[in-house]
């Protein structure tokens, strides 16, 4: 997706070329989200404005624009039926527009897109600098939302579930949970990221077991080829997969699938890494950069059989399968575990908008 998208899309809306150094071409490029572009569009002043209304009204619908249309404001292409429904309903492009942007289908896709991207590019929620906390599945996340809690109190505002508040998000000082580096692309504001990594055998098994032994949700993870029983036949024929190979922890912390990309990530932005097995370390140095009272990580998700590994680890093809499909995340284990904590701006950092 590219700015010659953004430009389609000021045509398309405002029936009239983009301007140079146009400030809605400007907006795209932090987003990159067409969903969120022609919300600003049709929210706008311009769009509202009899003369705009005008020149919309003086274009014929044709077949090729509701086509057009489809794929910038809904992503997709029409149906026969469609086009013919709007050929029939709608007599020009003012009409169109007004009428695909009342459909369940675009208020499906705004709500989507602004989710995390357009929230993170908001301008109130670039005011101050923000930490954020990437929690990857299986390494003590909700622990350390509960210490994180304690510590910001109203301004903590931490996710699992992919929900959350948008006002809460805009002056929370941490923010986070379910959620990967990439998402946070559009941001301007100065940001400080905290995750955790975990020997990529140790979490695939742990997030499986515990899928395993989840009530919620049973039958869904089933019809999506989940087997509960087998992890080897769920790699195998599961979207699940990703979660236990293929690099997930590298994805998670950068915006590429292997370590390569995690180091770049690291180049660019301030990094606090910890790794699962000296966890407390990593409590430590962050209550002494971040100026935290409370630095006791409490104990929650914690399996209740502690040795429910060692079934996992005596199937020895399933360990070689965890193995060769997680190199990338191995190097990113090891790194992280010979540093002990990894700080990757080191002394070239303030920490003091950070700080409580």
Known sequence: MDNS??????????????????????????????????NTILDSDEFKSPRCRKRLQGIT?????????????????????????????????????????????????????????????????????KTIYLHIPKTAGKSFEGLALSNYGNYCSLSTNGKFDWGEWQKAKIVGGHFRYSAFNPMTATRLFLAVVRDPVDRAISRFNFYKNQKGGHKKRIARGFDHSDMKATIRNSPFREEFVDNYQCRYLSSGNNFKAVEKAFRQDAFIIGHFENIESWIELLGQRLGWTETTLPEVNVAAERDYSLEYRQDEELISMLTKRNKEDARLFEFIKRAGVYESMKGKFDYEPFRL
Do not use: M
């Not at 509701?66 to 709608?90: D, M, W």
């Open 5 to 38: 998208d953004a430009s389609a899309v000021i045509r398309f809306l405002l029936a009239r070329e983009p301007k140079s150094g146009s400030s809605l071409i400007a907006n795209f490029e932090k987003t990159k989200s067409l969903p969120i572009l022609v």
């Open 61 to 129: 619908v044709t077949p090729e624009l509701i086509e057009q249309g489809f794929r910038l404001i809904l992503g997709r292409k029409p149906s026969n039926s469609a086009v013919q429904h709007y050929i029939s309903k709608t007599t020009n492009l003012f009409q169109f527009i007004e009428s695909i942007t009342s459909t369940h289908d675009y208020r499906k896709r705004i709500r989507k897109a602004r989710d995390l991207k357009g929230l993170v590019a908001s301008e109130a929620f670039n005011l101050t600098p």
